[in-house]
T-cell receptor
């Protein structure tokens, strides 16, 4: 498909484990955003990339969260030493350029036991 | 601090009725106001968006009304249908940066 894809769709982790969440943006999209959506809440910004450059990481909740986009396409959000409060849906969005519409992927639902 | 405040939290409307969802913001630097629709298990999908240089935008059954002086904007869904049952989020952004989302409104349209 031509949309944003994310994998895995569901991830269950034991507290303390590291996880890696993948985002495949729409081909050619320059901008990529990560959001965290807690149950019953709106998405909250985590970090933003323009090509491979991480221009804003002000929303990352702790230094356990790390994101990369080394070749300016696929991005990975890594969470180290997961905690129960990390349980949420992690959404990725991409846009053609900075000022254009953001297209969201289906999200990865992370459950930390 | 919630940058965008959304109400109501939930809404039940009869088929054919009008659904109205309201949002308010404080940051006058916001220059883009989209509304997203989200179905369970799916990511948000853009419905309609407005910039502050216009007071209203209509696309099909969906209308955004924007009041710059009051710093409020609302989504109106005309002739609501059961297929419109979903969660709706308003959002705001400035200069193409991150979106600030409201807390969402769960809409149920009763046949």
């Amino acid at each position: 498909g031509a949309g944003v894809s994310q994998s895995p769709r569901y991830k269950v982790a034991k507290r303390g484990q590291d996880v890696a969440l993948r985002c495949d943006p729409i081909s050619g999209h320059v901008s990529l955003f990560w959001y965290q959506q807690a149950l019953g809440q709106g998405p909250e910004f985590l970090t933003y990339f323009q090509n491979e450059a991480q221009l804003d990481k002000s929303g990352l909740p702790s230094d356990r969260f790390f994101a990369e986009r080394p070749e300016g396409s696929v991005s990975t959000l890594k969470i180290q030493r997961t905690q129960q409060e990390d349980s949420a849906v992690y959404l990725c969005a991409s846009s053609l350029e900075k000022f254009t519409e953001q297209f969201f992927g289906p999200g990865t639902r992370l459950t930390v036991l | 601090q919630q940058q965008v405040k959304q109400s109501p939290q939930s809404l039940i409307v009869q088929k054919g009725g009008i659904s109205i969802i309201n949002c308010a913001y404080e940051n006058t630097a916001f220059d883009y106001f989209p509304w997203y629709q989200q179905f369970p298990g799916k990511g948000p999908a853009l419905l309609i968006a407005i910039r502050p240089d216009v007071s209203e935008k209509k696309e099909g059954r969906f209308t955004i009304s924007f009041n710059k002086s009051a710093k409020q904007f609302s989504l109106h869904i005309m002739d609501s249908q059961p297929g419109d049952s979903a969660t709706y989020f308003c959002a705001a952004s400035s200069a193409g940066n991150q979106f600030y989302f409201g807390t969402g409104t769960s809409l149920t349209v009763i046949p």
